[in-house]
């Protein structure tokens, strides 16, 4: 059973940290870790990640997008844990709609 006090604690500390655009290249990591991270963590980054990619895609330079939809792409190729996947498959629409919405380049390698 998941103790909801401690929940409510690491997302009052979590909010401030999820304003600032460096928190996409830290879920990222997270979501790459692999070996590192639990499966259930991996798979909560991605959705973190989702939900907050919108917010700070437009503060990236160009270089820093290509090595993000990079990034997603060598997870979606590589993971074999299925719920963390999906999550970056939930990142990967985003990033389509975020490429494909704001006038970008689109996003080629995808497809």
């Known amino acids: 059973q998941p103790d909801t006090d401690t929940i409510r604690q690491a997302e009052v500390a979590l909010k401030p940290l ?19 991270q639990p499966n259930a963590v991996r ?10 990619l919108a917010g700070h895609y437009s503060k990236f330079d160009a270089s820093t997008k290509t090595a993000l939809k990079a990034e997603i792409l060598s997870v979606l190729a590589n993971e074999p844990e299925r719920t963390v996947r999906n999550g970056a498959v939930g990142v990967a629409a985003s990033l389509c709609r975020l490429e494909s919405g704001s006038g970008g380049t689109a996003w080629p390698e995808l497809f």
Do not use: M
């Open 18 to 36: 999820l304003k600032d655009p460096r928190c996409v290249p830290a879920l990222v990591e997270v979501l790459k870790g692999r070996g590192v």
């Open 43 to 52: 798979h909560v980054a991605a959705i973190v990640l989702r939900k907050r």
